[in-house]
């Protein structure tokens, strides 16, 4: 039996249900948030130990849940009664070649600056990482642990004292107090022993005041013998995170959007490869954020910049193993990040990357160029080879993305390797333009020069002399997936624009009117849809178009579109189509765009570049019926706005015909 102690409702207490929220992401799967955070956190444990490279495994099972409760002091019946199948899920991370969980356990000895590894970890909530080149920052990624499973977590860990080794084990659970189900019932764990839990409970073994790990070697080895989970051996130092009550089915259904618009190949074969068990899924999201570093020996040779074993159930992904085009973001950073340590790395297997400095004026003490990104233009066929393999837009969870034109798609990372994002909207690729084939892709990898100091007489003085690679650390949210300037700063801003700019450079062989690459995708298939071609005057059978994807008045892209009829009378375009909206958003607008051997051009440009009337009028907008996911039945409209009457208001939508300039009309449609 184990000591425990429960954190009760008090001044200033942290909530469970405020720690369990505090990532600020519920955009991902939680198996990415856990990979991107146990890697993170085993890679700033490596950082002042001794080689080249850490490692981390991945190992998933089963284990008797009687078994392990009883060590779960006062919440063993709670736990038996909920979990009376003879086995249940875990999922242990192991890390070695890391430090551990080192620094002092007792409240009373913990320094102001630094609580330590361990204390952060089981204690703290929100307490920042102090390493300036470590990945973590904000100490709320520790959450997803909680998140995983059903909010026990087992803290196991061997590390170097002064004169010997010390192991370490700790349990912590970590739940919304407030948590009840449909009929509003109490279903927190807690609650059950304590009516005035915070949400927060651990156990080990208790002295004085102090809640302190189990460093009994005996006892430690019965715990971890539940899991079939092995010791750290005599001078290997790490730690290991042991999340019981997995629930696999949950966590597999949480990796593709239920409303998603996939074509039901790419679905199936992606589920059937990918997303079959824990471990299939691990695999992939590994590669997915860490690509930069899996066996790539490279980095030792010019930075200090350790490489990554890592293994799902003792089985190793080795660069060779890693699907094509997490090999080529492989290659695309080391070629960045070497430049930006005055090294020239040329990649033998993408030979065609090309490297661009990025320039920020004004923020720098000396030169401005803030970084590098390294740019490849390449097709399917060379990316992929004889392999049968979805595109990257799967792999990286833009699902609807699959199909049409590609997106291009711009990477970013600090020193530490994590792929920031993966991004297809938004500031880093506004207004560039994807490939003519679908057969073609852009990608681009930045990487930031860490060190470069940003000058002292900044007027914004809480960042002056502070080195880049910091301000970027500073820039991320808690979840690490986008970096956003503080007020008054543009650094971000500048490198996002430049970025862009560099890009357009080498890919525009003429200048282009700026219009999002989204609106670009749209406008050709309006072309398409407008345009005579044989049969001129005819009816066209539905089916002609099609698209699959999402749609804003924010610009938020335009896939959820597909063209059912076409008809041609004299001077007129009969359109018909189905609009589908993403869940959460309420309204898009369609217009229409003009292509030209200059590139393309809407209403505002024309007017302003040519000085005529837009060529083409919206006449009449006509809703037939609506659907809708809270009714079972669709919802007939039958009316229409037009240049007569631009409004049409239901109590289930509104339509309006706007005039952005002289004749270009946009229909903007808006559910209420």
Known sequence: MLDREILKTDYGVSYGSVTLKSLQNDNIPELDLLVREAIQNSSDASLNEPGDSYAVNFITGVFTPKAFNEYITGLEDVLNRRYPDPTASFLEIRDTRTCGLTGKVRKNEIKKDDH????????????RQTISVAGGNWGFGKSVYYRVGIGIVIFYSRIKTEDSYEDRLIITLVEDESKTNESGDDITLLNDIEPRSAGKAWWGRKQDEDLLPITDKE????ILEVFGSKPFKEHETGTAIIIPYIDEKRLLDGIIPIEADIEPGIKSHF??????SLSDYLRLSIQKWYAPKIHNRTLPNFCKNKWLIVSVDNTPIKKQDMLPFFQLTQELYTVALAKTYSYDYKSDAFPNIELLPINVRNY???????????????SRAELNGTQNVLSPYAYIGKFEEDGGLNEPIIMYSRDPGM????????????NLTPQDSPDDFIF??????????????LTVTEYAAMPLGEYLRECEASDHMRWIDPVRMQIVQRIQKNVINQINKRIKASALVNIDATASKLSNRLGRMLLPRIGYGKNIKPGLGSGSGSGSASGTKMHNINFTSRCIHGNEVELGYTLKLSPGKKQVALSVIIASEGGWIDASSWKEDIGTNFPVEIQECFIELVKSPISDKPIEIKSSCSSSQSLLEKEELSVELKDETQRGLYTQVVLT
């Open 116 to 127: 330590g590894n361990f204390f952060k970890l089981i204690y703290d909530t929100g307490k």
């Open 219 to 222: 006892s430690i080895l019965k």
């Open 271 to 276: 589920v059937e490869v990918w997303a079959s």
């Open 364 to 378: 720098f003490a000396s030169g401005m160029t803030a970084g590098y990104i390294a740019l490849i233009r390449i």
């Open 419 to 430: 792929v920031i994002e993966y991004a297809t909207t938004g500031a880093w690729v506004k």
């Open 444 to 457: 681009g990898f930045f990487v930031p020069i860490t060190d470069k100091l940003i000058k002292e007489d």
